[in-house]
């Protein structure tokens, strides 16, 4: 079994509120579940407005179909218009 993890950074500078903040990273982390079958989840900063760092997890059988889908886990955030994305770290276990 191969576990893909991935943090990633964002910034949403359009929020004001964390109620903006809550929208955009709701956006975000239904269309990638929704997608790609991962687990997402907000995992740090949740009281800052304008700052959130998400978490993704994938298993898989191989290590390359988790690096894939990480790979494009990240562009599909990337190309979000509501957050821009800081820095992210990705580990393969």
């Given at each position: 079994?191969?576990?893909?993890?991935?943090?990633?950074?964002?910034?949403?500078?359009?929020?004001?509120?964390?109620?903006?903040?809550?929208r955009?990273?709701?956006?975000?982390?239904?269309?990638?579940?929704s997608?790609?079958?991962?687990s997402?989840?907000?995992?740090?900063h949740?009281?800052?407005?304008?700052?959130?760092?998400?978490?993704?997890?994938v298993?898989?059988?191989?290590?390359?179909?988790?690096?894939?889908?990480?790979?494009?886990?990240?562009?599909?955030?990337?190309?979000?218009g509501?957050?821009?994305?800081?820095?992210?770290?990705?580990?393969?276990l």
């Open positions: 079994m191969i576990v893909g993890l991935m943090t990633v950074e964002l910034h949403i500078g359009g929020a004001t509120t964390l109620k903006e903040k809550r955009v990273l709701k956006s975000i982390i239904d269309r990638v579940r997608r790609y079958n991962v997402i989840a907000e995992v740090d949740q009281d800052l407005w304008q700052r959130a760092t998400l978490g993704v997890a298993v898989s059988n191989e290590t390359g179909h988790v690096s894939q889908m990480l790979d494009t886990v990240i562009r599909t955030i990337e190309g979000n509501g957050a821009d994305l800081v820095s992210y770290h990705t580990e393969i």
